[in-house]
């Protein structure tokens, strides 16, 4: 075998164990299906009563189905809870990574108990709805503007809007924070959320695998653009707020090491319209709510108490 053949061999060999592992890390990460390595996650704390759930007040209350068509023609689900009373306000609600709608159940009777009407989507990829890839939130601030528009129409022009994700869900509203979006979405509320697809992919792969990003994270990039349409780079969640003119509340717990505590502060740092910090001592991810339930509420309701008009005229 000549020198030639060799370098051509091992360049074959190259090609093929990363194609391999890029489709591996696709299949693991995005492609739709159960997240058993969440469970062993030590950077996820497991609690008694988990945030996400709040079963037994969802149950008693009436939830609506709705359903839409996505841009890119999957059918989406969401669960939809009136106000007690007539209301000018609606939330949504934007769950996080291998979760849904209805795990919003703690923020949804949080929201509802100040007199929203409330929106729990399930996004793409995840629950009800169709898909068969996760998007990390960039193709989802599509479908949450599709969301927007749906509640508009169900409920009339009058309707403000607020904004509200957890973890992937609040990558997914500040995602959505830098569309054209209308004058009824008033603010956001953006909870542990990650800077960027990259980042957030980058961190885990050193984290989980101890791997370094090149070659292997542009390789995954490339086929979740040929399967799911995007790549990591294009999920940019800083580049959004920095083009946005809505007043983002941030939160972020100082021990969340799930999503870096860091990343809060580079996504605050450039966002463009008004914003507000909320850093939460002792809280790692997607528990800043659970450290103190009562200071959460005030400091939300302080913030849209700022650009909301009153829950009824």
């Known amino acids: 075998m000549t020198a030639a053949t060799t370098i051509i061999a091992c360049l074959i060999f190259i090609v093929l164990v990363l194609a391999g592992a890029s489709m591996y890390f696709y299949n693991v990460g995005i492609r739709r299906s159960k997240k058993d390595f969440l469970e062993e996650d030590p950077a996820l704390v497991k609690l008694d009563h988990p945030w996400e759930h709040e079963g037994e007040w969802l149950g008693s209350q009436p939830v609506e189905t709705l359903h839409l068509e996505s841009a890119d023609g999957l059918t989406l689900s969401g669960y ?4 007690e009373q ?3 306000r609606t939330v949504i609600l934007v769950h996080g990574y291998s979760s849904q709608g209805k795990e919003m159940g703690a923020f949804a009777k949080l929201y509802h108990g100040m007199g929203f009407h409330v929106l729990m989507p399930d996004n793409r990829g995840h629950g009800q709805s169709g898909g068969s890839y996760i998007g990390f939130g960039w193709p989802d601030r599509q479908d949450i503007m599709q969301w927007i528009h749906y509640i508009l129409a169900k409920s009339g022009p009058r309707m403000q809007i607020v904004l509200h994700g957890v973890s992937m869900g609040g990558a ?3 995602s959505t924070s830098g569309e054209h979006l209308p004058e009824q979405v008033k603010c956001i509320v953006s909870d542990c ?4 697809v990259k980042d957030i992919l ?3 792969l050193k984290q989980m695998y101890k791997l370094p990003p090149f070659p292997l994270l542009p390789a995954t990039s490339l086929v979740c653009k040929l399967r799911a349409g995007y790549f990591f780079g294009e999920g940019s969640a800083l580049k959004q707020v920095a083009k946005t003119h809505l007043p983002i509340l941030f939160i972020h717990g100082d021990q969340d090491t799930f999503v870096p505590y860091e990343m809060v502060h580079r996504l605050f740092a450039v966002a463009a319209g008004e914003k507000e910090l909320y850093v939460v001592p002792g809280a790692v991810h997607a528990n800043a709510y659970f450290m103190d339930k009562q200071e959460y509420k005030d400091r939300i309701s302080r913030f849209l108490g700022r650009y909301l008009a009153p829950v009824r005229e």
């Open 86 to 88: 007539p209301s000018y």
């Open 172 to 174: 997914t509203v500040l």
């Open 193 to 196: 959320a990650y800077t960027s």
């Open 202 to 204: 980058t961190y885990q």
């Open 80 to 83: 939809y809870i009136p106000a």
